[in-house]
């Protein structure tokens, strides 16, 4: 892995880049096609480590998944029956673990489902917690309720089952999917205010287009059965998160950047980050096709904003919010001290590197910019090897000298792109 990366600053960007494929639909995409039992093409699936690590593990569970001209034919279904257990090791990638920890306790076999060091930092325990309350046989092979799990499968039982879905809406997610292959269906009760709720919608969509029967209850609660029959494609759309930090370069560079391949309208928990961008002084044109941002004359305006619903643009945001002139707010962000890296610290940590007051509370952090006159010597940008953060610190590094930006490599666990995109928009000269 490279240890660092330097983007001498640019004059501007400009240019037009098609967003990469969605890493969340990738993944939702995977699952059931792995629990149908017809073959399914997966057109323009993501290509990163997340979504390998996934297609590592239903491979691992039984599923077929193959190689086609336009991405790739996946057919279940799940289940692989031993009396040793099936290792499952998700990489770096939390979607994929906590999909599978419920998936695995909804079909046959032994499993144990790890991660890499990073992830078995992360908290499970109240999916773990749920997936007991339905029936599942699910056992902590170290601290409790953190990854490494013991599974066994076919345990989860049909019902209704409530889950603490304030630390991560994937909990939600996770319990759906696994619905489809339970019996009887299963009801999922979320309770505590849902993080990143608009994926939960995603997971509601993803469901509907494979066919299930998804209903929601004047409770909060949703229902979720198997249905007859399912697609035979499912086209994958472009990615929100990866195209964020494009729309916030044309305020901090300045210049005119956009991004094709993006569904609008969108239900997409990041589309609404587009909104925060327009009220910071970027001008932003959405169109069915492409959506374009340009920087307006004059200073950027900080922004006071509940980000609780699109967390993952939310280092994105914050690099173009050190770029304001006065105080910029996140509120309702709690939840990212559980992704890849504690990200309100990581936040923190670029805005010291640029020289810009950033102070965390409860739930939030206030970022006061823009950062004083350039300094001559070479600052490291602390990423914790987290692809949101690196991404964050790139933005950073357009309109800033001499920052050095660490573990550039791992924005491969969803855009390995991201850089050669980057680059063919920078305007140097």
């Given at each position: 892995m490279t240890d660092y990366l330097v983007l001498p600053p640019v004059r501007a960007v400009r240019g037009r880049v098609a967003a990469p494929s969605s890493k969340s639909a990738t993944n939702r995409a995977l699952i059931l096609a792995a629990l149908s039992p017809d073959s399914v093409e997966i057109v323009r699936p993501l290509d990163s480590g997340d979504t390998r690590a996934l297609v590592r593990c239903i491979r691992a569970m039984g599923a077929a998944v193959g190689e086609t001209p336009s991405g790739l034919s996946v057919r279940g279904p799940l289940g692989r029956p031993s009396r040793e257990d099936v290792v499952l090791d998700a990489g770096d990638s939390g979607t994929a673990a906590r999909f599978l920890a419920a998936v695995a306790a909804a079909v046959p076999g032994r499993y144990r489902l790890t991660g890499s060091e990073q992830l078995l930092r992360r908290p499970m325990g109240d999916l773990v917690a749920a997936l007991r309350r339905a029936g599942a046989s699910v056992e902590s092979a170290g601290a409790e309720g953190f990854l490494p799990l013991s599974i066994r499968g076919d345990t989860l039982r049909s019902g209704a089952v409530p889950v603490d879905a304030s630390r991560s809406g994937q909990f939600v997610s996770a319990l759906l999917l696994a619905g489809v292959a339970v019996e009887g269906g299963l009801t999922v009760r979320p309770h505590g205010v849902v993080a990143s709720a608009p994926y939960v919608d995603t997971t509601v969509d993803a469901l509907g287009a494979f066919g299930h029967s998804v209903a929601r209850g004047a409770d909060g609660g949703i229902r979720v059965e198997r249905g007859a029959a399912g697609p035979s494609t499912y086209e994958v759309p472009g990615d929100w998160s990866s195209a964020v930090p494009f729309f916030a370069a044309a305020g901090i560079a300045g210049g005119d950047v956009s991004v094709t391949g993006l569904r609008w309208p969108s239900r997409d928990a990041d589309a609404r980050a587009l909104d925060v961008v327009a009220s910071m002084g970027v001008r932003v044109?959405?169109?069915?096709?492409?959506?374009?941002?340009?920087?307006?004359?004059?200073?950027?305006?900080?922004?006071?904003?509940?980000?609780?619903?699109?967390?993952?643009?939310?280092?994105?945001?914050?690099?173009?919010?050190?770029?304001?002139?006065?105080?910029?707010?996140?509120?309702?962000?709690?939840?990212?001290?559980?992704?890849?890296?504690?990200?309100?610290?990581?936040?923190?940590?670029?805005?010291?590197?640029?020289?810009?007051?950033?102070?965390?509370?409860?739930?939030?952090?206030?970022?006061?910019?823009?950062?004083?006159?350039?300094?001559?010597?070479?600052?490291?940008?602390?990423?914790?090897?987290?692809?949101?953060?690196?991404?964050?610190?790139?933005?950073?590094?357009?309109?800033?000298?001499?920052?050095?930006?660490?573990?550039?490599?791992?924005?491969?666990?969803?855009?390995?792109?991201?850089?050669?995109?980057?680059?063919?928009?920078?305007?140097?000269?």
């Open positions: 044109e959405r169109d069915a096709g492409e959506i374009r941002a340009r920087a307006l004359r004059g200073a950027l305006t900080p922004v006071s904003v509940e980000a609780r619903d699109f967390p993952d643009a939310v280092p994105s945001l914050a690099a173009l919010a050190i770029f304001a002139a006065g105080e910029s707010r996140f509120r309702g962000i709690s939840h990212l001290r559980w992704k890849e890296s504690d990200r309100i610290a990581g936040v923190e940590a670029l805005a010291a590197a640029a020289g810009v007051r950033c102070v965390a509370g409860d739930g939030e952090i206030a970022i006061t910019g823009p950062p004083p006159p350039s300094r001559n010597a070479a600052t490291r940008l602390p990423t914790f090897e987290d692809h949101r953060l690196v991404m964050a610190g790139a933005l950073l590094s357009l309109a800033l000298p001499s920052l050095l930006i660490q573990t550039p490599d791992c924005v491969g666990k969803s855009y390995p792109g991201f850089f050669r995109d980057l680059e063919t928009m920078l305007v140097r000269d």
